[in-house]
């Protein structure tokens, strides 16, 4: 699991990349785009959702 994933987990709400990266210990813009890599790749893999309005959540288990 990336760090990515453990920050949507446990927020138990949508987020956007920007929401994310400040979630991180020095984040922020400067690492938003980073987020948005990471965030576009767990998409890919089926780790995560994409929903309307640039939001991300984490897909629970069933």
Do not use: C
């Amino acid at each position: 699991m990336s760090l990515t994933h453990a920050v949507l987990q446990a927020a138990n709400r949508p987020m956007d990349a920007a929401a994310v990266s400040r979630a991180f210990k020095g984040g922020g813009k400067r690492i938003e785009q980073r987020v948005v890599q990471a965030l576009s790749t767990l998409v890919r893999y089926g780790w995560i959702s994409a929903l309307p309005g640039g939001t991300y959540a984490a897909r629970r288990a069933a």
